[in-house]
C-alpha cells in the first residue's frame, strides 16, 4: 500500500478509538515533556555556565610568560644559568608579533601597581589594574554603577566598591568625582645620558595624573590569569601602560641587570577566537620560545560534568517515556484484538503482512509524532515556566535575571525523533501481531 | 467455454487440522476442475468443509497436500506475498456476513480493494462509481452499510468484490443472511456478472434449489470428500 494510504487508514483508525489513543498519545507527550523540560534546563544552565566562562576570558586565554624568566626558588643567580636557545625575551617585539599571529584577538599585559591616590584632599593607598577593551564584555561590569570607559585611551577610572566606600560611604555620589593618582615613572638613564640603548640603568620620577570617576563595580572581573580581583583602582589598560609605572617586574629587571628602555613584560595574556583555538595557539606560542600555558583543561572537566549532567537527566525522564511506551504496547494489542475481522477482510481483499505490519506502524508513528510535539511544547513552557519563576526569585532577591532554560532546534528534533522511534520499537510486536493474524480463523463466521 | 483452459483446478487437495491426538480431515483428497467462466455451486451440509475448500482456492489458506492451480499458477508453490497479490488481482471474495467496514462508507469500502492494489487514486473515484453502479447503488455512495439492508450491504459487498476486475468470484454462503427474495436477486446479480464482465463464479450454498436454479454446475461435499461433481442441468 501507498504511504499516503497507509496513512488516511490508520488515522481513520486513530480516530475510531479516539480517547483511548489520546489519552495513550497524551502519555508519549508527558514522557517527552519531562524529557524536554530536563534537558532544556541541562542545556540552559550550561550554555549559561559556558557563555559566562568564556566572556570572563579563563577559557579563550593563554598565560604567556618567558621561558627564561625562572622565578622559582631553585632558580640561582644569573650567572649560573644555561642559556636555552630558543628562550626568548617577552618584549614589546614579542607582544607585536605574537599579536599578528593568526586567531589572536588580543594581547595585552597584566598592569597593576601598588600606588597612592588622592581623593578630596586625602591621600590612599591601593592596587591599580590595566583593564584590556575585552573586559568590557566579561559580564562582570554587567551591574556596576556607572558605565565603562568610554574609549581605551580616557582619563576615567573604575572603583570596586570597597574601596569606593573607603572615599565615600555614599558611593554613587562618586561618579563624576576628580582623582588623583600618584605615581612612579621608569625613565632611561641611557637615552639621558646619551650611552646607547640597554647599557645604562634607569630612575624612577614621580608624578601625578588626573582620573574622572566614571564607575563603581562590585569585584574587578578576572581578565585572565594572574591576579584575580585585587585590581581596587581600574584604568584602560593603554592609560596604564603610558604610565609605565615601576611595576614589580621592573625591579626585578634592575635586579636582572637587564634594564633595555623597552619594558620586558613578567607575563602577557593572548586572548583567541574561540577556545577551540587555544590549544593550537599555544603549541605555536611554545614553539616561538614563550612558556605558555591555558585553563582548557579545566573547561573540558567542565563539559565532561554537564555531559553526567544530561545523561542523569535524560535516564530520569526515560522513565517516564518508558511508561509511556508500555502505554502505546498496550492500545495497540487492544486494537489488534478489536479489529481482527477487520484485518482478516484486508487480508481476504489482498493485504500483504507486510501492509498490515506497516499500517500499525503508522498508527504508532502519528501517535508517536503528535505525542512528540504536543511533548515538546509542554516540555518548552515547563522549562519557560521554571526559567520565570527562577528570575521572579532572582529579582527579589535584587539579582540580574539569567536564562537557565533553552530549547535549541536540535533538542526539538531529537525529541520528535525520539518519540516516533520510541513508538515505532512500541510497534513492534503489536504489528507482527497483527500481521501474523490468520484470515481464515478471523474471518470464521461464528 | 471447454476450449479455454481451466480457471481452477484442484488436484489431490487435502487439509487437516491435527488437534492434540486428533486429525481433522477438513478436506480431504479433492480433485475438481472448473472450466472459465462456469458458475459453481459447492452444496454440502454444514462442517462438510466447502468453506475450507474456498479458501483454498482463495490463497488465504495452504493445503496439506495436494495442488491448488488457478490460472495456470500452483498456489502452494507461491511466496505469501505472491499470494496476497493474486488476492487483490484475481479473486474477489464475498461472505455470508456481508464484512464491510462499518465506519466507512460505501465508497470507501469499495475502494479498498484500490488501495490495496495502489490504483491511481485519479481513477479510483470513477472505478467505485462504476462498480457500484453495476450493483444499484450508486445513489448510497456516501452511505454507511448501518443505513442500508442486508441486500443492499451484500450488493455493496459484491462490488467491492468485482472493483479490481477480477478473473474469479469466491461467494461464500452469501444467500445466508439474507431472505429468500432478497436472495434471489443477489444470485441473480451474481449471474449477470457471470456472463458481463464474464467470471468464473465459486458459490457456496446449503440451499439446492436456489443452486440449481442458478449455478451451471452443482458439486457436493460431504465430511471433506467430493461426493459429487455433476452438471445441475
Ligand atoms: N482451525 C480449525 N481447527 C480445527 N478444525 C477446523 C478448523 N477450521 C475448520 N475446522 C473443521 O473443519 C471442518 C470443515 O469446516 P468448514 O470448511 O468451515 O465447513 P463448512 O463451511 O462446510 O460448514 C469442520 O469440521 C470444522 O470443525
Ligand atoms: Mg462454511
Given at each position: 500500500?501507498?504511504?499516503?494510504?497507509?496513512?488516511?487508514?490508520?488515522?481513520?483508525?486513530?480516530?475510531e478509538?479516539?480517547?483511548?489513543?489520546?489519552?495513550?498519545?497524551?502519555?508519549?507527550?508527558?514522557?517527552?515533556?519531562?524529557?524536554?523540560?530536563?534537558?532544556?534546563?541541562?542545556?540552559?544552565?550550561?550554555?549559561?555556565?559556558?557563555?559566562?566562562?568564556?566572556?570572563?576570558?579563563?577559557?579563550?586565554?593563554?598565560?604567556?610568560?618567558?621561558?627564561?624568566?625562572?622565578?622559582g626558588?631553585?632558580?640561582?643567580?644569573?650567572?649560573?644559568?644555561?642559556?636555552?636557545?630558543?628562550?626568548?625575551?617577552?618584549?614589546?617585539?614579542?607582544?607585536?608579533?605574537?599579536?599578528?599571529?593568526?586567531?589572536?584577538?588580543?594581547?595585552?599585559?597584566?598592569?597593576?601597581?601598588?600606588?597612592?591616590?588622592?581623593?578630596?584632599?586625602?591621600?590612599?593607598?591601593?592596587?591599580?589594574a590595566g583593564?584590556?577593551?575585552?573586559?568590557?564584555?566579561?559580564?562582570?561590569?554587567?551591574?556596576?554603577?556607572?558605565?565603562?570607559?568610554?574609549s581605551?585611551?580616557a582619563?576615567?577610572?573604575?572603583?570596586?566598591a570597597?574601596?569606593?566606600?573607603?572615599?565615600?560611604?555614599?558611593?554613587?555620589?562618586?561618579?563624576?568625582?576628580?582623582?588623583?593618582?600618584?605615581?612612579?615613572?621608569?625613565?632611561?638613564?641611557?637615552?639621558?645620558?646619551?650611552?646607547?640603548?640597554?647599557?645604562?640603568?634607569f630612575?624612577?620620577?614621580?608624578?601625578?595624573?588626573?582620573?574622572?570617576?566614571?564607575?563603581?563595580?562590585?569585584?574587578?572581573?578576572?581578565?585572565?590569569?594572574?591576579?584575580?580581583?585585587?585590581?581596587r583602582l581600574?584604568?584602560?589598560?593603554?592609560?596604564?601602560?603610558?604610565?609605565?609605572?615601576?611595576?614589580?617586574?621592573?625591579?626585578?629587571?634592575?635586579?636582572?641587570?637587564?634594564?633595555?628602555?623597552?619594558?620586558?613584560?613578567?607575563?602577557?595574556?593572548v586572548?583567541?577566537?574561540?577556545?577551540?583555538?587555544?590549544?593550537?595557539?599555544e603549541?605555536?606560542?611554545?614553539?616561538?620560545?614563550?612558556?605558555?600555558?591555558?585553563?582548557?583543561?579545566?573547561?573540558?572537566?567542565?563539559?565532561?560534568?554537564?555531559?553526567?549532567?544530561?545523561?542523569?537527566?535524560?535516564?530520569?525522564?526515560?522513565?517516564?517515556?518508558?511508561?509511556?511506551?508500555?502505554?502505546?504496547?498496550n492500545?495497540?494489542?487492544?486494537?489488534?484484538?478489536?479489529?481482527?475481522?477487520?484485518?482478516?477482510?484486508?487480508?481476504?481483499?489482498g493485504?500483504?503482512?507486510?501492509?498490515?505490519?506497516?499500517?500499525?506502524f503508522?498508527?504508532?508513528a502519528?501517535?508517536?509524532?503528535?505525542?512528540?510535539?504536543?511533548?515538546?511544547?509542554?516540555?518548552w513552557?515547563?522549562?519557560?515556566?521554571?526559567?520565570?519563576?527562577?528570575?521572579?526569585?532572582?529579582?527579589?532577591?535584587?539579582?540580574?535575571?539569567?536564562d537557565?532554560?533553552?530549547?535549541?532546534?536540535?533538542?526539538?528534533?531529537l525529541?520528535?525523533?525520539?518519540?516516533?522511534?520510541?513508538?515505532?520499537?512500541?510497534?513492534?510486536?503489536?504489528?507482527?501481531?497483527?500481521?501474523?493474524?490468520?484470515?481464515?480463523?478471523?474471518?470464521?463466521?461464528? | 467455454?471447454?476450449?479455454?483452459?481451466?480457471?481452477?483446478?484442484?488436484?489431490?487437495?487435502?487439509?487437516?487440522?491435527?488437534?492434540?491426538?486428533?486429525?481433522?480431515?477438513?478436506?480431504?483428497?479433492?480433485?475438481?476442475?472448473?472450466?472459465?467462466?462456469?458458475?459453481?455451486a459447492?452444496?454440502?451440509?454444514?462442517?462438510?468443509?466447502?468453506?475450507?475448500l474456498?479458501?483454498?482456492?482463495?490463497?488465504?489458506?495452504?493445503?496439506?497436500?495436494?495442488?491448488?492451480?488457478?490460472?495456470g499458477?500452483?498456489?502452494?508453490?507461491?511466496?505469501?506475498?505472491?499470494?496476497?497479490r493474486?488476492?487483490r488481482?484475481?479473486?474477489?471474495?464475498?461472505?455470508?456476513?456481508?464484512?464491510?467496514?462499518?465506519?466507512?462508507?460505501?465508497?470507501?469500502?469499495?475502494?479498498?480493494?484500490?488501495?490495496?492494489?495502489?490504483?491511481?487514486?485519479?481513477?479510483?473515484?470513477?472505478?467505485?462509481?462504476?462498480?457500484?453502479?453495476?450493483?444499484?447503488?450508486?445513489?448510497?455512495?456516501?452511505?454507511?452499510?448501518?443505513?442500508?439492508?442486508?441486500?443492499?450491504?451484500?450488493?455493496?459487498?459484491?462490488?467491492?468484490?468485482?472493483?479490481?476486475?477480477?478473473?474469479?468470484?469466491?461467494?461464500?454462503?452469501?444467500?445466508?443472511?439474507?431472505?429468500?427474495?432478497?436472495?434471489?436477486?443477489?444470485?441473480?446479480?451474481?449471474?449477470?456478472?457471470?456472463?458481463?464482465?464474464?467470471?468464473?463464479?465459486?458459490?457456496?450454498?446449503h440451499?439446492?434449489?436456489?443452486?440449481?436454479?442458478?449455478?451451471?454446475?452443482?458439486?457436493?461435499?460431504?465430511?471433506?470428500?467430493?461426493?459429487?461433481?455433476?452438471?445441475?442441468?
Open positions: 500500500m501507498k504511504l499516503r494510504d497507509l496513512s488516511d487508514l490508520a488515522f481513520r483508525n486513530l480516530r478509538a479516539v480517547l483511548r489513543n489520546s489519552l495513550t498519545t497524551l502519555g508519549v507527550a508527558v514522557g517527552v515533556a519531562s524529557l524536554v523540560a530536563m534537558l532544556s534546563l541541562g542545556v540552559g544552565l550550561q550554555q549559561l555556565a559556558t557563555s559566562r566562562l568564556a566572556r570572563s576570558g579563563l577559557f579563550d586565554s593563554i598565560f604567556v610568560t618567558p621561558k627564561t624568566n625562572l622565578r626558588p631553585g632558580a640561582g643567580p644569573p650567572a649560573t644559568r644555561t642559556p636555552d636557545a630558543k628562550a626568548r625575551l617577552l618584549d614589546a617585539d614579542a607582544r607585536a608579533e605574537i599579536s599578528r599571529m593568526p586567531n589572536v584577538v588580543e594581547v595585552y599585559p597584566q598592569i597593576r601597581f601598588f600606588t597612592e591616590v588622592r581623593y578630596d584632599g586625602k591621600p590612599y593607598a591601593t592596587m591599580v583593564m584590556p577593551e575585552s573586559s568590557k564584555v566579561s559580564g562582570a561590569f554587567d551591574g556596576m554603577q556607572g558605565h565603562f570607559f568610554s581605551a585611551n582619563d576615567e577610572a573604575i572603583l570596586q570597597e574601596f569606593a566606600k573607603e572615599l565615600n560611604p555614599q558611593t554613587s555620589s562618586l561618579i563624576g568625582k576628580d582623582l588623583i593618582l600618584r605615581y612612579a615613572e621608569r625613565q632611561s638613564l641611557g637615552a639621558q645620558g646619551g650611552d646607547a640603548a640597554g647599557s645604562g640603568g630612575s624612577v620620577v614621580p608624578k601625578e595624573k588626573h582620573f574622572v570617576i566614571i564607575g563603581v563595580v562590585e569585584t574587578e572581573p578576572a581578565s585572565g590569569f594572574g591576579g584575580f580581583g585585587n585590581g581600574l584604568i584602560p589598560l593603554t592609560i596604564a601602560e603610558t604610565l609605565r609605572a615601576a611595576q614589580v617586574n621592573d625591579l626585578r629587571d634592575i635586579l636582572r641587570g637587564s634594564s633595555s628602555d623597552k619594558p620586558s613584560y613578567s607575563s602577557l595574556t586572548r583567541v577566537k574561540s577556545p577551540s583555538l587555544v590549544e593550537a595557539t603549541a605555536k606560542l611554545k614553539d616561538l620560545g614563550f612558556s605558555a600555558f591555558s585553563l582548557l583543561d579545566i573547561s573540558k572537566t567542565l563539559r565532561g560534568f554537564f555531559k553526567v549532567l544530561d545523561i542523569l537527566l535524560v535516564i530520569f525522564s526515560s522513565v517516564a517515556l518508558a511508561v509511556a511506551t508500555l502505554g502505546i504496547v492500545t495497540l494489542v487492544m486494537a489488534v484484538l478489536e479489529r481482527r475481522r477487520e484485518i482478516g477482510v484486508l487480508k481476504a481483499l493485504a500483504a503482512d507486510r501492509d498490515v505490519k506497516q499500517l500499525f503508522v498508527e504508532a502519528v501517535m508517536g509524532l503528535v505525542g512528540g510535539i504536543v511533548g515538546t511544547v509542554i516540555g513552557l515547563i522549562g519557560r515556566t521554571i526559567a520565570f519563576g527562577t528570575n521572579v526569585y532572582l529579582h527579589s532577591q535584587n539579582l540580574s535575571s539569567v537557565i532554560s533553552s530549547v535549541p532546534w536540535w533538542l526539538v528534533l525529541s520528535i525523533l525520539f518519540a516516533v522511534g520510541v513508538s515505532l520499537a512500541a510497534g513492534l510486536y503489536p504489528a507482527s501481531r497483527a500481521a501474523r493474524l490468520d484470515p481464515v480463523q478471523a474471518l470464521r463466521y461464528e | 467455454m471447454t476450449e479455454l483452459p481451466p480457471a481452477i483446478r484442484l488436484e489431490s487437495v487435502s487439509r487437516q487440522y491435527t488437534m492434540g491426538e486428533s486429525v481433522i480431515r477438513a478436506v480431504n483428497d479433492v480433485s475438481l476442475t472448473i472450466p472459465s467462466g462456469e458458475f459453481l459447492l452444496l454440502g451440509s454444514s462442517g462438510s468443509g466447502k468453506s475450507t474456498l479458501n483454498l482456492i482463495a490463497g488465504l489458506d495452504r493445503p496439506s497436500t495436494g495442488a491448488v492451480i488457478a490460472q499458477n500452483d498456489l502452494s508453490k507461491m511466496s505469501s506475498l505472491a499470494l496476497a493474486y488476492r488481482q484475481t479473486v474477489g471474495m464475498v461472505f455470508q456476513s456481508f464484512n464491510l467496514l462499518p465506519r466507512m462508507t460505501l465508497e470507501e469500502n469499495v475502494e479498498l480493494p484500490l488501495r490495496l492494489a495502489e490504483v491511481d487514486r485519479s481513477e479510483r473515484a470513477t472505478r467505485v462509481r462504476e462498480a457500484l453502479q453495476r450493483v444499484g447503488l450508486e445513489k448510497r455512495i456516501g452511505h454507511r452499510p448501518s443505513e442500508l439492508s442486508g441486500g443492499e450491504q451484500q450488493r455493496t459487498a459484491v462490488a467491492r468484490a468485482l472493483v479490481n476486475r477480477p478473473k474469479i468470484l469466491l461467494a461464500d454462503e452469501p444467500t445466508g443472511n439474507l431472505d429468500s427474495a432478497t436472495g434471489e436477486a443477489i444470485l441473480t446479480l451474481l449471474r449477470e456478472i457471470q456472463k458481463n464482465p464474464g467470471m468464473t463464479i465459486v458459490m457456496v450454498t440451499e439446492r434449489i436456489l443452486a440449481e436454479r442458478f449455478a451451471d454446475r452443482l458439486a457436493v461435499m460431504g465430511d471433506g470428500k467430493l461426493l459429487s461433481n455433476g452438471a445441475a442441468r
